[in-house]
């Protein structure tokens, strides 16, 4: 299981020329700490595509495949995009190098998590050949006053990069003579050495009457592999009550210890320089909820932002070279916004929202991730289980639409890709301009996730939890939600629970129905005869007969007994027709193929055509009376059967979907 070629490059050490060769090599070992983030998210690759007629970017590193996806971020590409560019600009030094990265959203919004990714992240890519990067040690110290351990091996304790040795007026000269760099990889060294390791210098070119060259004798340099655990390269900051905060924390404080032995608490050899700024530099510094940070900690987090400068007790002011990134909620940034006092904060800060997400099929696989055949062995989630919380969860987040005759629950599905007639991308994005805060209000996933926790540990469910069980729990949970804060907020949520469970009876009446009608062969051919009728109707054209090899007219009593499934009336059937034949066209624009069922009024039509036709062979009104001749039970063992190989319904789920089913014929509601 030992990898020892990987521990050799990882822990390799050499002198300041062996460095001066892999940089010619590998110029990129010189990165800032900006361009080594940013080049780290674009190594994992990225996917292009078009959301409402907008050209969005996936970037694959926040599906975590480092860890198997368990920091994995849905959803929210947009905000990713917003990040990922604010990063590249840094990287190229437009300015936002000079900002501190504020990450805002409500709680449970995953903006810890991007934080978690992104140190996850660094730790793994400098690990790399491509993220290698490099500091540096100084030895055989005796003759310069160092005592102890130290005079042997001394660590550069911001872990500097190397060329910072070069003093600043050779720099330039000694870059462009050494031919270091290329048009990709400009080699630029910026920043002067920390105060510890300029005190070595000076006493070492002292000793050697300024020859700069046997200075270097005295310097080691070793790969550097960056880690939250050893605080090397990421540090986190987490603000603590007033009394407890001290600023050293993040700038180093003190070695009272070695004031006796160097005589003066002013000395760089008597001070720790391992305050967070200290040991994240070449990294990142994370700020857990940021705003909490008492004033007097401002200027430090200033200067550390505007000047890439932090400023030590009793020592000049020292260059670093990390991306400093924050997050915060909601009511942090309100008292913000309220403080004058943090109004130069303001002015340093990009803000970067981070909503809820509201699409579904997103937030599912939030749950999915967590609750899944693996983690949750000996219990069966029925099919649709996860998709009615995150419904409930998504609705909880949409305000009201304001126009366009839509209902909540239909902007939900607009929202998910879902098409419903008379309402286009163009339709979203207005719905989506019209909004003031949303995503930012409403239920957060984990209080979704603690509930789905409840219901499984539910005995009722005989080792299955279904829909019901889950949406129950959502609902009594409202009483004691310490979030809500509001009777019309806790009524609005419940609203949304009913709104979610008629979607569902709606989703189980069509499923059983499907089972019934689960003739692929037959549903493929009857779409095909109307899709055939219909391209000849609008175009105004006739049919070959397939067995005759006539020309007929379009079969307008078959197009008209599938279109009245789905309550089209005699007066919109052109209109609809063209609005399937303009479907079709759109497709075939984009390359893709129609199939019957990825318009979704049409499968329904066309699944409750047969549904029809084949619905007489058996009457779902017996499962509810106790008598059952065998021949009924046989139909219904094969629906059964169906559910769970079509549908992923077990043994037990299947019979409750069947018996709800079978209630809600029996009171007559047939559709």
């Known amino acids: 299981m030992q990898d020892f070629e990987l521990y050799r490059e990882l822990t390799w050490e050499g002198t300041f020329e062996d460095y001066l060769a892999v940089v010619r090599e590998k110029p990129q070992v010189t990165r800032n700490a900006y361009q080594r983030i940013y080049d780290m998210i674009i190594r994992y690759g990225t996917e292009e595509y078009t959301d409402t007629k907008k050209r969005l970017v996936?970037?694959?590193?926040?599906?975590?495949?480092?860890?198997?996806?368990?920091?994995?971020?849905?959803?929210?590409?947009?905000?990713?995009?917003?990040?990922?560019?604010?990063?590249?600009?840094?990287?190229?030094?437009?300015?936002?190098?000079?900002?501190?990265?504020?990450?805002?959203?409500?709680?449970?919004?995953?903006?810890?998590?991007?934080?978690?990714?992104?140190?996850?992240?660094?730790?793994?890519?400098?690990?790399?050949?491509?993220?290698?990067?490099?500091?540096?040690?100084?030895?055989?110290?005796?003759?310069?006053?160092?005592?102890?351990?130290?005079?042997?091996?001394?660590?550069?304790p911001m872990h500097e990069e190397p060329l910072r040795l070069i003093p600043p007026d050779w720099r330039d000269k000694a870059v462009q003579e050494l031919a270091l760099g290329n048009e990709r990889f400009p080699v630029k060294v910026l920043g002067d050495l920390n105060p510890a390791c300029r005190y070595i210098f000076a006493r070492l070119m002292e000793k050697y009457g300024g020859d700069w060259g046997k200075v270097m004798k005295h310097v080691r340099v070793r790969r550097l592999v960056l880690s939250e655990q050893n605080r090397?390269?990421?540090?986190?900051?987490?603000?603590?009550?007033?009394?407890?905060?001290?600023?050293?924390?993040?700038?180093?404080?003190?070695?009272?210890?070695?004031?006796?032995?160097?005589?003066?608490?002013?000395?760089?050899?008597?001070?720790?320089?391992?305050?967070?700024?200290?040991?994240?530099?070449?990294?990142?510094?994370?700020?857990?909820?940021?705003?909490?940070?008492?004033?007097?900690?401002?200027?430090?987090?200033?200067?550390?932002?505007?000047?890439?400068?932090?400023?030590?007790?009793?020592?000049?002011?020292?260059?670093?070279?990390?991306?400093?990134?924050?997050?915060?909620?909601?009511?942090e940034y309100k008292k913000l916004l309220n403080n004058e006092f943090m109004e130069a904060l303001r002015d340093r800060t990009i803000k970067i929202d981070i909503p809820y997400i509201t699409k579904v099929s997103e937030e599912v696989r939030i749950y999915a991730k967590d609750f899944n055949h693996e983690r949750i062995r000996g219990k069966h989630i029925a099919p649709h289980t996860l998709e009615v919380a995150a419904m409930w969860a998504v609705l909880t987040r949409l305000e009201d639409p304001k126009k366009h005759n839509l209902q909540l629950l239909q902007k939900m599905k607009l929202y998910d890709g879902k098409v419903l007639p008379g309402y286009t991308q163009d339709t979203v994005k207005e719905l989506r301009k019209e909004t003031a805060r949303e995503g930012l209000e409403g239920i957060s996933p984990r209080y979704v996730q603690d509930?789905?926790?409840?219901?499984?540990?539910?005995?009722?469910?005989?080792?299955?939890?279904?829909?019901?069980?889950?949406?129950?729990?959502?609902?009594?949970?409202?009483?004691?939600?310490?979030?809500?804060?509001?009777?019309?907020?806790?009524?609005?949520?419940?609203?949304?629970?009913?709104?979610?469970?008629?979607?569902?009876?709606?989703?189980?009446?069509?499923?059983?129905?499907?089972?019934?009608?689960?003739?692929?062969?037959?549903?493929?051919?009857?779409?095909?005869?109307?899709?055939?009728?219909?391209?000849?109707?609008?175009?105004?054209?006739?049919?070959?007969?397939?067995?005759?090899?006539?020309?007929?007219?379009?079969?307008?009593?078959?197009?008209?007994?599938?279109?009245?499934?789905?309550?089209?009336?005699?007066?919109?059937?052109?209109?609809?027709?063209?609005?399937?034949?303009?479907?079709?066209?759109?497709?075939?624009?984009?390359?893709?193929k129609f199939e019957w069922h990825t318009n979704d009024r049409l499968r329904r039509a066309l699944e409750l055509k047969l549904f029809e036709d084949q619905k007489d062979s058996i009457k779902l009104q017996t499962l509810v009376s106790n008598v059952i001749d065998k021949e009924t039970q046989e139909k219904i063992d094969i629906i059964k059967a169906r559910l769970i190989k079509y549908f992923g319904y077990n043994e037990v789920s299947a019979r409750d979907v069947l018996d709800y089913v079978a209630s809600i014929y029996a009171r007559g509601d047939v559709r």
């Not at 501190?100 to 992104?118: A, M, Q």
């Not at 020592?315 to 670093?320: K, P, R, S, Y």
């Not at 109307?530 to 054209?541: G, M, N, P, R, W």
């Open 232 to 331: 090397v390269g990421i540090g986190t900051f987490q603000p603590k009550d007033e009394k407890n905060q001290d600023s050293t924390e993040l700038t180093g404080d003190i070695n009272y210890r070695k004031i006796a032995i160097y005589g003066s608490d002013s000395d760089a050899r008597a001070f720790n320089f391992d305050g967070e700024f200290n040991i994240a530099n070449r990294g990142l510094v994370e700020f857990i909820e940021v705003l909490k940070l008492d004033v007097a900690f401002l200027y430090d987090l200033l200067g550390a932002t505007q000047e890439h400068k932090i400023k030590p007790k009793k020592f000049a002011q020292t260059d670093i070279d990390e991306v400093i990134i924050g997050h915060t909620n909601e009511a």
């Open 451 to 592: 509930k789905i926790s409840n219901a499984l540990v539910n005995e009722s469910g005989q080792g299955t939890i279904n829909p019901f069980m889950v949406l129950n729990e959502l609902d009594k949970g409202l009483r004691h939600h310490s979030l809500i804060t509001g009777d019309d907020q806790r009524k609005r949520f419940a609203e949304c629970i009913g709104m979610v469970k008629s979607e569902y009876e709606d989703i189980v009446k069509n499923e059983v129905q499907r089972a019934i009608s689960a003739d692929e062969e037959a549903i493929q051919k009857l779409a095909a005869n109307y899709i055939d009728s219909v391209k000849a109707f609008t175009l105004k054209e006739k049919i070959r007969d397939r067995f005759t090899g006539r020309d007929v007219e379009p079969d307008e009593r078959l197009m008209r007994s599938i279109e009245e499934k789905i309550d089209i009336p005699e007066n919109r059937k052109e209109d609809f027709r063209r609005e399937i034949m303009n479907y079709i066209g759109a497709l075939a624009v984009e390359g893709k």
């Open 58 to 156: 996936r970037y694959n590193f926040f599906r975590d495949e480092i860890d198997g996806g368990k920091d994995a971020v849905y959803g929210l590409d947009i905000p990713l995009m917003r990040l990922v560019n604010v990063l590249k600009a840094a990287s190229q030094g437009y300015g936002p190098e000079k900002r501190i990265i504020l990450l805002h959203g409500p709680v449970g919004s995953s903006t810890s998590t991007i934080v978690r990714l992104l140190k996850k992240g660094l730790e793994h890519y400098s690990r790399t050949a491509d993220g290698a990067l490099y500091t540096y040690d100084w030895v055989d110290l005796e003759g310069i006053g160092m005592s102890g351990p130290e005079a042997h091996r001394f660590p550069d």
